[in-house]
């Protein structure tokens, strides 16, 4: 699966994923995406006829998240990441693993355990959700880098500004296993991944086999004070601002607001003033290189279980 919309995407690129399939002697089909969805959609309509697939994602966290997506709950479906992305952060929950990603043998020669998925109001989503100011500056980062002499980071950075200005909190409601909080709040994020928005790492710990989420809410925050904890939220240590970071592990959160808000889902934006994010355990096969450390350690814990 290539999307050439990728920052990442050639011709060489499609010439390499050419040779090496027919190095390793493996029957494939190139797919280029043409729309948001497309690989989704493409990934569904092959899952269906029954036969044994494996979906290479050549793009970013948003092309490997569409395929994530189309192949949720497909037992005969497994899906990887070949990164040819900006933000490729859903492989960096794996450490040095991320460089064995980027090497298509070692994606072919690789094995497939079973991920749990996020599910957003039937969308399903791989590494991180979320609501609030964040998912905000995601999303109109693409608006802003349309603009002459405006891209990469200079469009994140207008964005964020853009964005604080016209107010860093909202008023929602947050439903979690632990009770209900209403008010105003700065953002909230379900992580099954560890990473998001280009190299946030609002978890250390998040893992996407374990069976539970990480789910962070931020209290109302003032812009002095959101100056002194970014820093802190972006490497996961939250346990520095308790009283205004809560950590919950769980399994679903809802969210809801009398305005119609944005979810950032792996990236992508949807709107709705309802979201229920919750998990779907074990929905997702998906592989491994061959060398990797966290494929070797889960399958030194099964073989010891």
């Known amino acids: 699966m290539l999307n050439p919309a990728s920052g990442g995407y050639s011709e060489k690129l499609k010439s390499n994923v050419e040779r090496t399939a027919e190095e390793y002697g493996i029957e494939y089909e190139i ?24 979906v290479y ?31 490729n952060d859903f492989i960096k929950t794996f450490g040095d693993d991320v ?9 072919i020669e690789g094995e ?54 016209k107010g860093i909190n909202r008023e929602f409601t947050f439903i979690t296993e632990e009770g209900e909080l209403k008010g105003k709040f700065a953002l909230a994020c379900v992580c099954n991944g560890q990473y998001y928005g280009n190299g946030f790492r609002p978890t250390r710990t998040a893992q996407p086999d374990d069976g539970s989420l990480e789910i962070l809410i931020v209290n109302k925050v003032g812009l002095v004070k959101l100056a002194g904890v970014l820093g802190d939220y972006s490497k996961g240590n939250w346990e520095k601002h308790p009283d205004l970071i809560r950590h919950i592990t769980g399994k679903k959160l809802t969210v809801e607001s009398s305005e119609e808000f944005v979810i950032n889902v792996d990236g ?6 309802k979201a229920v994010m919750k998990l779907v355990p074990r929905a997702l096969n998906f592989v491994f290189p061959k060398n990797s450390a966290f494929l070797a350690s889960r399958k030194s814990g099964l073989a010891t279980a």
């Open 31 to 54: 797919y280029l995406t043409t729309a948001p969805m497309d690989a989704a959609e493409k990934v569904k309509r092959e899952a269906i006829k029954g036969v044994e697939l494996r």
């Open 57 to 87: 994602a050549c793009g970013g966290d948003g092309t490997v998240s569409e395929c994530a997506h189309g192949a949720a709950g497909y037992s005969n479906v497994a899906v990887t990441h070949f990164p040819t992305g900006t933000g």
């Open 99 to 107: 460089k064995l990603f980027r090497d298509l043998g070692e994606l």
């Open 112 to 165: 497939s355990l079973p991920l749990d998925l996020i599910d957003v109001n039937g969308r399903k989503c791989l590494d991180i959700a979320s609501v609030g100011i964040d998912a905000r500056i995601g999303t109109d980062v693409h608006k802003y880098s349309k603009l002459p002499l405006i891209g990469g980071k200079t469009a994140y950075i207008t964005s964020m500004v853009a964005n604080i200005f």
């Open 268 to 273: 992508e934006a949807m709107y709705s003033k």
